[in-house]
């Protein structure tokens, strides 16, 4: 890859600034000093340094966001604050979407990328990506209504869900919800159609990414390494 592209693919400097600062010495490929930004470099192995900093290749970026109440999982709306809203500013710079939609009113684990790739396999219905909601309803659920929707559920559009995991808490009326597919709503409407209604709903899992209890509603941490290479792993 071209090292003027390299630097500004993440967001390090414009073409016109990377050349400006090679002609002044400022960038070092394997601690030679390179002037011409138009040269080819390997960024898994070839060490650059750009006006003494060391540029740690990272081809996407993968942000796990605790969503709060209130944002619209998309890139932008003309009413509501978007989860992207949430990112510092230096984030813009990407092409970052939310992977998967989570309702204006539905809180926690919210997956923020710019592979497209990845997403797309990820959300795709042939993978079976489970995620798991912890949630309350107005009414207890019988056992009944528990097979019912853990079975398959006709919607209101005549849709029947896929068969989903319900663990209820001793209660009755809230407890955790495992499915493998996000139609539009999915979970109020599986739980209207058993007459009840949800009142409080967070996701916590995402395939094998688990909310970090310590990110506060609002808060956002890059994935490691190994949660990325999870991903990789369920997406297969
Ligand atoms: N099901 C819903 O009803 N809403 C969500 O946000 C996610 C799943």
């Given at each position: 890859?071209?090292?003027?592209?390299?630097?500004?693919?993440?967001?390090?400097?414009?073409?016109k600034?990377a050349?400006s600062?090679?002609?002044?010495?400022?960038?070092?490929?394997?601690g030679?000093?390179?002037?011409d930004?138009?040269?080819?470099?390997d960024?898994?192995?070839?060490?650059?340094?750009y006006?003494?900093?060391?540029v740690v290749?990272?081809?996407?970026?993968?942000?796990?966001?605790?969503?709060?109440?209130?944002?619209?999982?998309a890139t932008?709306?003309?009413?509501?604050p978007?989860?992207?809203?949430?990112?510092?500013?230096?984030?813009?710079?990407?092409?970052?979407?939310?992977?998967?939609r989570l309702?204006?009113?539905?809180?926690?684990?919210?997956?923020?990328?710019?592979?497209?790739e990845?997403?797309?396999?990820?959300l795709?219905?042939?993978?079976?990506?489970?995620?798991?909601?912890?949630?309350?309803?107005?009414?207890p659920?019988t056992?009944?209504?528990?097979?019912?929707?853990?079975?398959?559920?006709?919607?209101?559009?005549?849709?029947?869900?896929?068969?989903?995991?319900i663990?209820?808490?001793?209660?009755?009326?809230s407890?955790?919800?495992?499915?493998?597919?996000?139609k539009?709503h999915?979970?109020?409407?599986?739980?209207?159609?058993?007459h009840?209604?949800?009142?409080?709903l967070?996701?916590?899992?995402?395939?094998?990414?688990y909310?970090?209890?310590?990110?506060?509603?609002?808060?956002?941490?890059?994935?490691?390494?190994?949660?990325?290479?999870?991903?990789?792993?369920?997406?297969?």
């Open positions: 890859m071209r090292i003027d592209k390299l630097l500004s693919e993440m967001g390090i400097a414009t073409r600034e050349a600062a090679a002609k002044r010495g400022g960038v070092l490929i394997n030679v000093p390179q002037k930004c138009a040269k080819h470099v960024p898994e192995k070839d060490r650059i340094v006006l003494g900093r060391e290749y990272q081809k996407y970026r993968y942000i796990m966001l605790n969503k709060p109440e209130g944002y619209v999982s932008e709306d003309g009413k509501d978007t989860v992207l809203d949430l990112l510092p500013e230096e984030y813009g710079k990407f092409n970052l979407f939310p992977c998967g309702d204006k009113n539905t809180l926690g684990l919210m997956l923020i990328t710019d592979n497209g990845l997403s797309h396999r990820l795709s219905p042939k993978r079976h990506v489970k995620k798991t909601y912890a949630y309350r309803s107005k009414f659920l056992d009944k209504e528990k097979e019912v929707l853990e079975d398959g559920v006709i919607l209101d559009d005549g849709y029947e869900t896929k068969p989903a995991e663990e209820l808490d001793n209660d009755r009326a407890g955790y919800i495992t499915l493998t597919e996000g539009y999915q979970i109020k409407r599986m739980f209207e159609a058993v009840n209604k949800i009142t409080y967070e996701r916590v899992t995402f395939g094998p990414l909310l970090d209890s310590s990110l506060g509603r609002g808060e956002w941490r890059e994935l490691t390494e190994k949660e990325i290479l999870a991903l990789e792993d369920a997406a297969k």
